[in-house]
């Protein structure tokens, strides 16, 4: 369990050196089976994850319309950070795609890799990474038309496509499941031509 979130940090931060005596006891492993919620909007999200194993999702509700945010296959974060922080409630739910499990930083967690040295750098570099991520998600939608989304999802994650379904990811690029179904087929027409 703590060689991902080694990992995760070796990525964001390559010299950090983490307490595993003092952190692990509070590290805990959450199983969320395919279709069930790891929180849902209007809970206080108490704590960062790590997907372990599994794929899950981010997604909202608008005039009664699931809107996917984000997925979270191994080792992504997620999440409600502002609803951590400020214990209010989550603007977003977060449900498994597969059965997943997740490794759980709980705010005493994340309160003791604060103390740790250079620990509060690490937080500031893993919360850049979800601002960036957020950055580029929210000028993808504006910026890129669903053919360009669909592509750079492609190319960023296609084993993903295999693995989400066809409306989780329609409602992800911002169309209905029947465009995508047309722009896959107008794509594969440009790819044998």
């Known amino acids: 369990m703590y060689e991902l979130l080694h990992s995760f940090i070796q990525q964001l931060f390559p010299h950090y050196q983490v307490d595993v005596a003092r952190l692990e006891p509070l590290l805990e492993s959450r199983r969320v089976l395919k279709g069930d919620f790891l929180f849902q909007e209007g809970d206080v999200c108490d704590f960062v994850g790590l997907t372990l194993k599994g794929c899950l999702r981010s997604f909202f509700l608008k005039d009664g319309k699931e809107l996917t945010l984000f997925f979270h296959p191994e080792h992504h974060t997620l999440g409600d950070y502002e609803s951590l922080r400020r214990q209010t409630p989550a603007y977003f739910s977060c449900q498994a795609i597969e059965d997943s499990e997740i490794l759980i930083l709980t705010t005493q967690a994340i309160a003791v890799l604060e103390t740790m040295p250079d ?16 950055r580029d998600r929210l000028l993808s939608l504006y910026r890129d038309s669903p053919e360009r989304r669909y592509l750079n999802f492609l190319e960023r994650d296609p084993q993903l496509l295999q693995r989400i379904p066809q409306h989780y990811l329609a409602s992800h690029l911002g169309i209905e499941p029947e465009s995508l179904s047309r722009l896959k087929r107008r794509i594969q ?5």
Not at 119 to 134: C, D, I, P, Y
Not at 189 to 193: A, I, V
């Open 119 to 134: 620990g509060q750098k690490l937080l500031r570099l893993v919360v850049e990474n979800l601002a960036f991520q957020l």
């Open 189 to 193: 027409k440009k790819r044998s031509t």
